[in-house]
């Protein structure tokens, strides 16, 4: 099956460090989804959340990951990486084709 988002390995780390370190229930997976900006803009949203079933489920890197059917078109593509320098700290989402 094709995974439509790509994580790359800091932000697999840091994920993998928020699960471990903040109590997330074993039934709560990490979604990833779009949110509606104003002017047509889209806004990314990352967090932990229960499976729905309007979910499309897969698993990167043993971190299960779900994206709402209804979202894939606006996350195919998309990159999810996580900064930490002096300046800011935080995941960023990259997609090429926008």
């Known amino acids: ?5 790509e994580i790359t390995e800091k932000a697999k780390k840091e994920i ?10 074993p039934d709560y997976h990490l979604r990833v989804g779009v949110k509606g900006g104003g002017c047509g803009a889209v806004g990314y949203s990352l967090g932990f ?13 043993g971190i299960p990951v779900l994206l709402d059917k209804k979202h894939l078109m606006f996350l195919m593509g998309m990159r999810v990486d996580f900064y930490d320098g002096s300046d800011a700290r935080g995941f960023t989402f990259v997609n090429p084709d926008r």
């Open 1 to 5: 099956m094709l995974i439509p988002i």
């Open 16 to 25: 993998k460090n928020i699960i471990a370190n903040k109590s997330i229930p």
């Open 49 to 61: 959340d229960k499976p729905k079933e309007s979910d499309q489920r897969f698993e990167i890197d």
